[in-house]
């Protein structure tokens, strides 16, 4: 993924952006099913609720 790229909800909501480093910084009250980033789908059961750094794949 490239830099500065923002995730958004199914909804088009801005969540959060890929940093320099490549990871994906993002926030959410509500509870999401997907993330999307440019053509990149990520579904609910790729990524957890937690605080902790994660691995995702795009679908």
């Known amino acids: ?3 500065g790229a923002w995730a958004i909800t199914e ?11 490549g990871i994906l ?6 509870p999401l099913n ?12 790729s990524f957890e609720d937690i605080n902790d750094l994660q691995e995702v794949f795009c679908e």
């Open 34 to 45: 997907s993330i999307k980033v440019g053509e990149c789908t990520i579904s609910r059961s």
């Open 25 to 30: 910084f993002l926030s959410s009250i509500e």
């Open 1 to 3: 993924m490239k830099s």
């Open 11 to 21: 909804e088009g909501k801005p969540l959060g952006f890929i940093a320099p480093n």
